[in-house]
């Protein structure tokens, strides 16, 4: 199974019309959303070039893949253990 933070994410992720970016963008927004604590304005200013209108949908995209996409799903552990690793 692919981790999802071993997804390599292009640090261009504020390129607007780039279909290929559009999960990575998408999960990023909604992981902005609840983990951060970011508004629709803050994710706006971060991914640049979009409208709090498109800040929201992208979340709604996020949660979606989250939830249905295998490669996602552990997002949240694993963001836990690469914040705070476990001592061994």
Known sequence: MESALRTEIPNFINVKYNRS???????????????????YKDICKTLGNITASQAANLCN?????????????????EILDFINPKAS
């Open 21 to 39: 970016l559009s999960d990575a963008r998408a999960v990023s927004a909604f992981l902005m959303r609840c983990l951060c604590d970011f508004t």
């Open 61 to 77: 995209k996020g949660y979606e893949l989250i939830k249905s996409i295998t490669k996602y799903q552990n997002i949240y552990p």
